[in-house]
């Protein structure tokens, strides 16, 4: 069964605009860590955001945020004030109980327009 | 530069070789972890030592293996190779065993002929 769903293949984005990227994921534990990493055309893995499963509010790091709704198994990122440098792939990840395996989507291919 | 290392950068080999693929962590990480990422898998998790030890497995195939020495580097080797393990290896490493934020290699890429 997967595990995170990603079902944006590819964005688009006016620069300065917000933008939310959708992950959804499917697990029956009730400890978990959500992650965002960015993965620019040059090929490196950026970390974004973590958000553990009992954190009662939703991450914030400068300009990314994670919109986590629990009950509805959703993790959707958002982007403030989007720039050209966040023309990206986006991927969603999770880490199961006790620190196990990792779970990555298929991403999301974000282009931001000028 | 996240201050993870991966040598080789490219990797060019042969069906039924096998390969090392070594990775440096961040100076003060414990922990290393191995990522495949190709085009029809996409990334995967294989493998997560920590100190020295193995603590998380994921979709790593029998014919690869890896291991962290006590100054903290890791290898991956892979053997019996096959065109499908052509992929971006990347490694990774945190400061704990959760990895909550962990900081990525630029990766190596193999490609099997």
């Known amino acids: 069964a997967q595990k995170i769903t990603q079902t944006q293949p590819g964005m688009f984005v006016q620069e300065k605009e917000a933008v939310t990227l959708d992950c959804t994921y499917d697990t029956s534990d009730p400890s978990y860590g959500l992650f965002w990493y960015k993965q620019p055309s040059s090929g490196e893995m950026i970390f974004l955001i973590y958000?553990?499963?009992?954190?009662?509010q939703n991450a914030t790091e400068g300009r990314y945020s994670l919109n986590f709704q629990k009950a509805r198994k959703s993790a959707n990122l958002v982007i403030s004030a989007s720039q050209l440098g966040d023309s990206a792939m986006y991927f969603c990840a999770m880490r199961d109980t006790n620190f196990n395996k990792f779970y990555f989507g298929s991403g999301t291919k974000l282009n931001v327009k000028p | 530069d996240s201050g993870v290392t991966q040598t080789p950068k490219h990797l060019i080999t042969a069906t039924g070789q096998r390969v090392t693929l070594r990775c440096s962590p961040r100076s003060g990480d414990l922990s290393v972890y191995w990522y495949q990422q190709s085009l029809d898998q996409g990334l995967q998790f294989l493998i997560q030592?920590?100190?020295?030890?193995?603590?998380a497995k994921g979709n790593i195939l029998e014919r690869f293996s890896a291991q962290q020495f006590p100054d903290l580097h890791s290898e991956l080797n892979l053997s019996s190779l096959e065109l499908g393990d052509s992929a971006l290896y990347f490694c990774a490493s945190s400061v704990g065993l959760a990895g909550f934020e962990q900081f990525f290699g630029p990766g190596t890429r193999l490609t099997v002929l």
């Open positions: 958000q553990g499963s009992y954190d009662q």
């Open positions: 030592y920590y100190n020295g030890e193995e603590r």
